[in-house]
């Protein structure tokens, strides 16, 4: 499960984002966290045709952070995978071009100020000839040089040395970011604004977060809301974490399971369980669509649609995966 942490300054309607997203209000405190279901249409399609006593949906949690930049704040963002920028995008003094310059900024300043704590302790340890930490003194000084110049660390290209040595600080600009533009009713996003940023009407929507999803639906679809902000934020959070979904179905439960992309079928199987990558055999592999065709599993089968795959097979998007394993 990632975790996708709000940021954004005062009044850009963050904590609203948060209890639109999650349907829960915020409680204060040090961190508002809420864990929700990923919206997947295909897992009751599934559960359908091969009769599935439950559904089980992936899921993402979201991070709150009241009071902005603490360090406290700083410390609950840094350990979260992704994160999401909240700009202000109503009212007629809305910038939220700026609002995103000033976000940037503050994240630079953080990780600047551990960057230098960190490499002055690597430079010390560097003296004593420590096996590696020379290394890490080299990964600190490019990322020292990158922030100074005002540069988010996602922007540069790191060898996977440097990110191996840097991995452990969870600096925040070398986290992938969502930007969501928070709208007024009827509101589009600014053209001023990069390219994917995802446009959310949070204030009609929070409205909702007490009723069921029918009724939440049912009165966003009357204010022109097809597509609600969860289904929008979490596809894209899902292309900046690089992530895709294969599925599981059977009659016990249908299943959705979060992978990288590029995962091999044994890597998938570990998201399983670890005892399915340790003695992974094969994968039988269906794509959802050829299942959904066919009308369940087993005739995809007979029609010919199975595919059997080793373990050089890259998951894709929306396979459906049955492993073979023993141990």
Request: proline content about 5%.
């Amino acid at each position: 499960m990632k975790s996708i942490g709000l940021v954004g300054v005062p009044y850009s309607g963050k904590s609203t984002l948060f209890t639109a997203l999650t349907r829960s209000g915020a409680a204060g405190g040090r961190a508002n966290q809420a864990v929700v279901p990923v919206p997947d249409d295909r897992l009751g399609v599934l559960a359908s045709l091969e009769g599935s006593a439950r559904i089980v949906p992936a899921q993402v949690r979201f991070v709150d952070v009241p009071g902005g930049a603490t360090g406290q704040g700083l410390a609950a963002l840094r350990e979260t995978d992704a994160l999401c920028v909240v700009l202000r995008a109503f009212g007629v003094d809305a910038r939220p071009a700026k609002e995103l310059e000033e976000v940037s900024a503050e994240l630079i300043l953080a990780d600047l100020a551990v960057a230098e704590s960190a490499l002055e302790g690597a430079r010390k340890r560097a003296k004593g000839r420590s096996p590696g930490v020379s290394e890490e003194a080299e990964a600190l000084e490019h990322a020292h040089a990158v922030l100074s110049g005002e540069r988010p660390l996602r922007e540069e290209a790191f060898t996977d040395t440097e990110r191996a040595s840097l991995r452990g600080l969870a600096l925040l600009t070398m986290k992938p970011v969502i930007v969501v533009a928070n709208l007024e009713e009827g509101g589009m996003v600014p053209a001023d604004l990069p390219p994917g940023t995802v446009g959310v009407w949070a204030e009609i929507e929070a409205e909702t977060a007490s009723m069921q999803d029918e009724e939440a639906r049912a009165l966003l679809a009357e204010f022109g809301v097809t597509r609600p902000g969860l289904d929008a934020v979490v596809a894209a959070s899902y292309r900046a974490l690089d992530l895709v979904t294969f599925l599981t179905t059977g009659p016990d439960e249908t299943r959705a399971w979060e992978v990288r992309k590029g995962a091999t079928a044994p890597e998938a199987a570990g998201v399983v369980h670890s005892d399915m990558q340790r003695g992974f055999i094969r994968a039988e592999v269906v794509g959802y669509e050829d299942v959904v065709a066919a009308g369940g599993w087993d005739a995809a089968q007979a029609r010919g649609r199975l595919r059997v795959e080793g373990k050089d097979y890259v998951v894709r998007e929306g396979d459906v995966l049955h492993i073979r394993f023993a141990v």
